[in-house]
């Protein structure tokens, strides 16, 4: 009968404990990248379309924390402020929504849609560093290679510096990335109108 007492109280006593914590309000912001509106914009050629894949991020990048990197390289998290979306999806979404304003119109599918219908154009992402600065740059490296049936293999690096925020405003952290990310789908998309 005691047995039975105290095995009753070991169940019991976790479930009344956890009835009696009081909710604390998350107060942590939450970003994604990209345009808020797309331009409208026409085609003012006829373009292929194409798939942005699943991009590739160093281990670091992973998770939902927005990191700074110091110059002894120490990954810091910045506190309240966190990404909506993996990475890995945000990026290939807006890097799909820049160059679809860069080139005046393609219309291009992404990661983590299925490929059903861009088989032929698919473009593959390689980045080796986004990432924000303690010192308030913003920089990413990356390289891209625009694989396409029944043609050769197209492909390029990117690096970029130019892009700064200011220490301790997640805000102008996204922003500078999607600065960022913007020159990136330029690149890539006067790369590809040259050849």
């Known amino acids: 009968m005691l047995l039975r007492l105290i095995t009753l109280l070991i169940l ?14 998350d ?11 797309l331009p409208s914009v026409q085609p003012d050629q006829e373009v292929e379309r194409g798939y ?22 120490e990954l810091i998290e910045v506190e309240g402020a966190r990404w909506a979306e993996p990475i890995d999806l945000g990026v290939a979404r807006s890097l799909s929504h820049y160059i679809e304003v860069a080139s005046g119109g393609l219309k291009s599918g992404f990661y983590p849609w299925p490929q059903s219908n861009f088989e032929d154009n698919v473009l593959h992402l390689r980045f080796h560093q986004l990432i924000a600065t303690a010192e308030g740059r913003i920089l990413l490296s990356a390289s891209w290679e625009l694989k396409q049936e029944g043609r050769e293999s197209r492909s390029g690096v990117f690096t970029f510096t130019e892009s700064t925020w200011n220490q301790g405003d997640p805000q102008s952290m996204v ?15 006067a790369s590809l109108k040259k050849r």
């Open 12 to 25: 019991v006593c976790p479930i009344v404990g956890c009835v009696n914590l009081k909710p604390r309000e």
């Open 27 to 37: 107060t942590r912001k939450e970003y994604t990248l990209g345009l808020i509106n």
């Open 52 to 73: 942005i894949a699943r991009p590739y991020f160093p281990a670091y990048m992973e998770g939902y924390g927005l990191k700074v990197r110091s110059a002894d390289g």
């Open 175 to 189: 922003t500078g990335f999607n600065v960022a990310l913007e020159a990136f789908a330029n690149e890539i998309w």
